[in-house]
T-cell receptor
Framework: GENVEQHPSTLSVQEGDSAVIKCTYS??????FPWYKQELGKGPQLIID?????GEKKDQRIAVTLNKTAKHFSLHITETQPEDSAVYFC???????????FGSGTQLTVLP | DTGVSQDPRHKITKRGQNVTFRCDPISEHNRLYWYRQTLGQGPEFLTY????????KSRLLSDRFSAERPKGSFSTLEIQRTEQGDSAMYLC??????????FGSGTRLTVV
């Protein structure tokens, strides 16, 4: 089955700096890669996703890049704000309607 | 539609008791998923329904766990003879071919 590894497990940045979180996956059949933000006591919230037919996707301050050959995908957050502080999870699946395999999460802290 | 609803938000039970959780998905979503999340980890897949049919079950879903989606709408997850190791957040999600996953806020189970 799929295995997703996520790094780093914790990340602290100064407000206004950029944050990068990286994931690798094992199953070459995976073709859908969502990123979730989870705040304390809440369920994961989808923030951006990418499919394997594109290499990069951007939505305002958030971008995701995908390298299918290396089986890597990354989340980039620019101009970080304190409200970006949360746990971020990457995930992979062979189909957007199939079960997701999650990484172990990154605790992002944005220092004011 | 206000998203995926889960009830209760919190449940404390004594070891050996049975518990049941409910999930109401987004009404037009025909796919419904249950995940379990322990502290510091990403969600782990438990089971998946398409309409009323349970199509996949994880090996994590022991014989003490049963899930139903009787009319293809809401779903229930029952845990019989609870054990301390069952303490976790139980997350429900729904999706359609058009939409990605939407997670509920989860039910936090504590077995004492």
């Amino acid at each position: 089955g799929e295995n997703v590894e996520q790094h780093p497990s914790t990340l602290s940045v100064q407000e206004g700096d950029s944050a990068v979180i990286k994931c690798t996956y094992s199953d070459s059949a995976s073709n859908y890669f969502p990123w979730y933000k989870q705040e304390l006591g809440k369920g994961p919230q989808l923030i951006i996703d990418i499919r394997s037919n594109v290499g990069e996707k951007k939505d305002q301050r958030i971008a995701v890049t995908l390298n299918k050959t290396a089986k890597h995908f990354s989340l980039h957050i620019t101009e970080t704000q304190p409200e970006d502080s949360a746990v971020y999870f990457c995930a992979a699946t062979p189909g957007s309607a199939r079960q997701l395999t999650f990484g172990s999460g990154t605790q992002l802290t944005v220092l004011p | 539609d206000t998203g995926v609803s889960q009830d209760p938000r919190h449940k404390i039970t004594k070891r050996g008791q049975n518990v049941t959780f409910r999930c109401d998905p987004i009404s037009e979503h025909n796919r419904l998923y249950w995940y379990r999340q322990t502290l510091g980890q990403g969600p782990e897949f438990l089971t998946y329904f398409q309409n009323e049919a349970q199509l996949e079950k994880s090996r994590l879903l022991s014989d003490r766990f049963s899930a139903e989606r009787p009319k293809g709408s809401f779903s229930t997850l029952e845990i019989q003879r609870t054990e301390q190791g069952d303490s976790a957040m139980y997350l429900c999600a729904s999706s359609s071919l058009r939409d990605g996953y939407t997670f509920g806020s989860g039910t936090r189970l504590t077995v004492v």
